[in-house]
């Protein structure tokens, strides 16, 4: 299980530094595309069959996905451009049934994890989020999540948890 956890934190490091790589660690808010979920042609429905879920993002954003083998799969969503907003979500197998806080702690003792808590994110998403501290990136918002076999972690940078809050309460599993 440890494995699992170090595995996704240094795919998920990667793929975010790729995508939202500044001239230092903070990410410049004020050109974002305000999330609002009340104007249906100013968002995007993401559905992903093969892992049942959708949820709506801002139109602009583009997203990629990847393949990491093994049944992970990293799924990026960023804003195109110079200058790079997003967020990432990396999927991987795993065969506890719910994620705490205690159990992040003690898979990840060697990672920089603040302010840790777990949430009722909707209806039928229990959460563990926290603020992390990413080596390529800085500071990051983590959300992570168990669902049918698999461990979601939906990592953004920490200035903007906001948009990435607005854009998770969407989230339903088909």
Request: hydrophobic share 40%; proline share 3%; charged share 20%.
């Amino acid at each position: 299980v440890v494995s699992v956890f170090v595995i996704g934190l240094t795919i998920g490091g990667v793929g975010v530094y790729a995508l939202m790589r500044q001239n230092g660690s903070t990410v410049d808010i004020s050109r974002l595309k305000v999330f609002n979920r009340e104007l249906a042609d100013e968002e995007v429905l993401y559905t992903n069959d093969q892992y049942g879920f959708s949820f709506r993002y801002p139109n602009g954003l583009i997203s990629k996905e990847f393949d990491e083998g093994g049944g992970s799969r990293t799924i990026v969503f960023q804003e195109p451009g110079e200058v790079t907003v997003g967020f990432q979500i990396y999927i991987t197998p795993y065969s506890e049934s719910t994620i705490t806080g205690e159990r992040i702690l003690l898979d990840i003792p060697s990672r920089n994890v603040n302010n840790l808590k777990e949430e009722q994110l909707t209806e039928d998403l229990l959460v563990a989020t926290f603020y992390s501290a990413d080596p390529f990136i800085g500071e990051t918002k983590e959300i992570w999540f168990i669902h049918g076999g698999f461990l979601y972690e939906v990592t953004s940078h920490k200035n903007l948890e906001s948009w990435l809050g607005n854009i998770m309460e969407t989230w339903h599993f088909i």
